[in-house]
């Protein structure tokens, strides 16, 4: 017997990081749960996915809600410690950095499960985020640390992780877009919405961007300035929704604010934008593949591979306005399939998958 595996999902790029490790494994045979914290809980950043993205139902939803960073964790700390202890399973799957993963890794660790952490080694070096403590402290409790592009296993290799314990294997979420892609109608999407023909996209919702009401107001205004140039489709994340619809987020004429959108709309609307405008992580990534310009409002990114290889860039508040009238009038990029990223090719699911029963199989010999 090779033991079970618990997948824990919190939010929604979760979803779409897991849906082909958890294909993969189900193709290879794995006994498999899937542990839902509900860290997102509104149906279009959660459930959606799941009928989206062909995912299984989740075995249990833990309805840990939203929350200070220290009441979101206790929360999941304490639910996922009695989950992992009535399940006792072999191997514990995370992704990406939310509270979700980090609560998972924790509890698995002091209950002595092993830990596969999904896109390991990602680096911003900027310790406010509350993603980077997450990710660094989740990469160092796991056996399996699973890396998206070559600079993280440098990361990785720098901070001390043994070398048996690093993979990599590409971009799942990747996987997800490709197989995909041809339900991502632009078109469609466009009439479902009441999309112009031409217009940029923005997804803003870090907290060094959206918490604080000056700096989501300065923001807006920026974001104001965007919409002079085109108009400006807003699917507006739940964090910082107030703050930014506060600070006259839809009062400009030309800025279109919409709920938050399942996956396949999404990724439609990503696809037929001119441009975006982001502070998402996946997003970058996204963008890198469809060849859409990409400007991501940060000082620092963890993926610095959709710069080197794809279509994003940096930009502080100042500058988005001048890079967006640059992208606007550039017009799209077009994807670059010689300049994807290595392993971007769909594959990294069963890569995953490979290497996780291989791991199951000398555990239970």
């Not at 399940?87 to 514990?92: C, N, Q, T, W």
């Not at 440098?154 to 877009?177: C, F, S, Y």
């Not at 997003?283 to 290889?309: A, F, M, S, W």
């Not at 306005?321 to 640059?326: D, G, I, Q, S, Y």
Request: charged share 20%.
């Amino acid at each position: 017997m090779l033991g079970s595996i618990v997948h824990v999902l919190g939010a929604r790029p979760n979803f779409v990081k897991a849906a082909p490790v958890i294909g993969a494994l189900r193709a290879a045979g794995a006994d498999q749960a899937v542990v839902h914290t509900g860290q997102h809980y509104d149906e279009r950043m959660s459930d959606v996915f799941f009928h989206e993205l062909g995912l299984p139902e989740p075995d249990v939803n833990l309805g840990v809600g939203s929350g200070s960073h220290a009441a979101q964790t206790a929360a999941l700390l304490t639910a996922l410690e009695a989950e992992f202890t009535r399940r006792s399973p072999a191997l514990v799957i995370v992704y990406g950095d939310v509270n979700s993963t980090i609560a998972a890794a924790l509890v698995a660790a002091k209950l002595h499960i092993p830990v596969a952490h999904v896109e390991a080694g990602l680096r911003s070096f900027d310790m406010t985020m509350p993603e980077e403590v997450n990710r660094r402290l989740t990469d160092q409790l796991s056996r399996l640390c699973f890396a998206t592009s070559p600079e993280a296993v440098g990361h990785l290799a720098r901070e001390g992780v043994p070398v048996e314990r690093v993979h990599l294997v590409g971009n799942p979420m990747i996987d997800t877009l490709l197989a995909h892609l041809d339900r991502f109608d632009t078109a469609a999407v466009r009439a479902k919405h009441g999309l112009p023909e031409r217009y940029a996209l923005a997804t803003m919702h870090r907290p060094a961007n959206v918490d604080a009401p000056e700096t989501a107001a300065a923001l807006v205004r920026h974001l104001h300035g965007v919409a002079d140039l085109a108009d400006l489709v807003i699917p507006v994340h739940p964090r910082g929704r107030a703050n930014l619809l506060a600070a006259g987020l839809d009062d400009h004429p030309r800025v279109r604010v919409l709920e938050p959108l399942g996956y396949i709309d999404f990724v439609a609307a990503v696809r037929g934008a001119a441009a975006v405008v982001t502070d998402s992580g996946g997003l970058q990534e996204e963008t890198t593949i469809l060849g859409v310009p990409c400007l991501t409002v940060r000082p620092n990114t963890e993926r610095p591979i959709t710069i080197t290889h794809g279509t994003n860039r940096l930009v502080g508040f100042e500058e988005l306005v001048p890079e967006a009238r640059k992208a606007l009038e550039a017009g799209e990029a077009s994807p670059r399939t010689d300049r994807r990223p290595p392993l971007w090719d769909g594959k990294a699911g069963p890569r995953i998958a490979e290497v996780i029963m291989e791991f199951l199989g000398d555990r239970s010999a």
